[in-house]
Nanobody
């Protein structure tokens, strides 16, 4: 069974940057898609970005051009570089693993515990 642990969250001012990491253990994830989701206060958890085992990526429109997802299969780790952060990016960010990019959006196989990102105005 895979375990996912996020890190890198914190408090940043508008326009700042953060880099989230998701470390996986218990299973090699090189053949799976991995992704990031976020849940803002009072809202449902929502898709942010995903990356396939081949390196194909997908982003929600609101983060395109600002966020970059990447992975290091040798380290079983995924990253989310977040630049030009806005107050509306404030949320708990979760990493997830799925069979492919389409699948991860509807039925992820595993979730991390989340890391808080707060963007002050």
């Amino acid at each position: 069974q895979v375990q996912l642990v996020e890190s890198g969250g914190g408090l940043v001012q508008t326009g700042g940057s953060l880099r989230l990491s998701c470390a996986a253990s218990g299973r090699t994830l090189s053949a799976y898609a991995m992704g990031w989701f976020r849940q803002a206060p009072g809202k449902e958890r929502a898709f942010v970005a995903a990356i396939s085992w081949r390196g194909n990526t997908d982003y929600v429109d609101s983060v395109k051009g600002r966020f970059t997802i990447s992975r290091n299969s040798a380290k079983n780790t995924m990253y989310l570089q977040m630049n030009n952060l806005k107050p509306e990016d404030t949320a708990v960010y979760y990493c997830a693993v799925g069979n492919d990019i389409a699948n991860i959006k509807v039925q992820a196989r595993a979730w991390g515990q989340g890391t808080q990102v707060t963007v002050s105005s």
